[in-house]
């Protein structure tokens, strides 16, 4: 009985090492690839987006390197190179900002753009089409949202939550949340079948499970977001920047004494789309910028400096 149960227990270690619980982490600190070594690197689908240092709102306005993507552009999981890692257990785990959030703004996507079904953000609600929508309205312009999406394989059941409470919950008869033949997971990026249902914006983190998180795991976690989302990440300082005239017509002067002189610092300024229409770097720094404006066209634009570990933005209107 003894050597019974010795093997047994041998075993039972064995199962449990080949049956290890495995997340995958994506944290965008200047790069796609994935913490481990054991992902795959994010593919970008649309338009190149860019890093930049931004503000995490429910981080006690701690600022942070994202990835910001434009509009109907995003990034794309690879499933097939990371060994079918999402099966149909899993959990999908966001802290992202949408820009605009006007009828739907896609989310995620699991069938490559073939389908209009999936997880989005409508105005503000949530939404997995055409399933169920929130009855809330948890997600805000503009600022960063803490998301996550479980799927349990033996209920076929998908939670949605945001700031760990559920928003969405149904069953997953149809099998519109798992991956389909063409292998991958694809983010922000819009579907083919109905234009313009996605916002520029900008990730945060992104960390994906091979099995659903529970509640309190969930709870746990967005207790804990600073650890999650910051890892060992340097923390940077937001400093002010004052702008003027605002509206502008033909000019529009950045007052820049906030930030060190003798040191480069980088100008940018960006549309309502998310599309980078300005950069500037200032060798040296200088205590005030002018950029033209004459040859935008109208509308709300949004200015950011970088410098170092400080950093400055401000929303301008163009008219």
């Given at each position: 009985?003894?050597?019974?149960?010795?093997?047994?227990?041998?075993?039972?270690?064995?199962?449990?090492?080949?049956?290890?619980?495995?997340?995958?982490?994506?944290?965008?600190?200047?790069?796609?690839?994935?913490?481990?070594?054991?992902?795959?690197?994010?593919?970008?689908?649309?338009?190149?987006?860019?890093?930049?240092?931004?503000?995490l709102n429910e981080i006690s306005q701690?600022?942070?390197?994202?990835?910001?993507?434009?509009?109907?552009?995003?990034?794309?999981?690879?499933?097939?190179?990371?060994?079918?890692?999402?099966?149909?257990?899993?959990?999908?785990?966001?802290?992202?900002?949408?820009?605009e959030l006007s009828s739907w703004k896609?989310?995620?996507?699991?069938?490559?753009?073939?389908?209009?079904?999936?997880?989005?953000?409508?105005?503000?609600?949530?939404?997995?089409?055409?399933?169920?929508?929130?009855?809330?309205?948890?997600?805000?312009?503009?600022?960063?949202?803490?998301?996550?999406?479980?799927?349990?394989?033996?209920?076929?059941?998908?939670?949605?939550?945001?700031?760990?409470?559920?928003?969405?919950?149904?069953?997953?008869?149809?099998?519109?949340?798992?991956?389909?033949?063409?292998?991958?997971?694809?983010?922000?990026?819009?579907?083919?079948?109905?234009?313009?249902?996605?916002?520029?914006?900008?990730?945060?983190?992104?960390?994906?499970?091979?099995?659903?998180?529970?509640?309190?795991?969930?709870?746990?976690?967005?207790?804990?977001?600073?650890?999650?989302?910051?890892?060992?990440?340097?923390?940077?300082?937001?400093?002010?920047?004052?702008?003027?005239?605002?509206?502008?017509?033909?000019?529009?002067?950045?007052?820049?004494?906030?930030?060190?002189?003798?040191?480069?610092?980088?100008?940018?300024?960006?549309?309502?789309?998310?599309?980078?229409?300005?950069?500037?770097?200032?060798?040296?720094?200088?205590?005030?910028?002018?950029?033209?404006?004459?040859?935008?066209?109208?509308?709300?634009?949004?200015?950011?400096?970088?410098?170092?570990?400080?950093?400055?933005?401000?929303?301008?209107?163009?008219?």
């Amino acid at each position: 009985m003894k050597k019974i149960f010795t093997l047994t227990v041998i075993s039972l270690c064995i199962a449990g090492i080949t049956h290890a619980q495995q997340v995958l982490s994506y944290n965008f600190e200047n790069t796609l690839q994935e913490l481990s070594g054991n992902g795959p690197t994010l593919t970008v689908l649309g338009e190149e987006g860019i890093f930049e240092v931004a503000t995490l709102n429910e981080i006690s306005q701690q600022t942070k390197t994202v990835y910001r993507f434009a509009r109907n552009s995003g990034l794309q999981f690879n499933n097939i190179a990371a060994n079918n890692f999402i099966g149909t257990n899993y959990t999908i785990e966001l802290y992202f900002v949408f820009d605009e959030l006007s009828s739907w703004k896609r989310v995620v996507d699991w069938k490559n753009r073939k389908t209009d079904w999936g997880a989005y953000v409508y105005n503000g609600q949530l939404n997995f089409y055409n399933i169920l929508y929130s009855q809330e309205a948890p997600v805000v312009e503009d600022e960063f949202t803490y998301y996550v999406i479980t799927r349990t394989a033996a209920t076929d059941q998908v939670l949605i939550y945001t700031d760990a409470e559920v928003k969405i919950d149904f069953i997953d008869n149809g099998g519109h949340a798992l991956i389909d033949s063409d292998g991958v997971l694809n983010f922000f990026h819009d579907d083919l079948i109905v234009t313009n249902e996605a916002s520029s914006g900008s990730v945060a983190m992104l960390k994906l499970y091979d099995y659903p998180l529970t509640e309190t795991q969930i709870s746990d976690n967005w207790s804990g977001l600073g650890s999650q989302v910051f890892g060992i990440s340097k923390i940077k300082e937001k400093v002010p920047v004052m702008v003027y005239p605002n509206p502008a017509s033909n000019a529009v002067f950045a007052d820049l004494s906030s930030f060190e002189q003798g040191k480069d610092l980088t100008i940018r300024l960006y549309n309502a789309d998310g599309r980078m229409v300005y950069e500037m770097i200032e060798k040296g720094g200088v205590s005030r910028a002018e950029i033209g404006t004459s040859m935008l066209p109208s509308g709300l634009y949004l200015l950011k400096v970088q410098q170092n570990q400080k950093f400055a933005t401000s929303k301008i209107s163009i008219r």
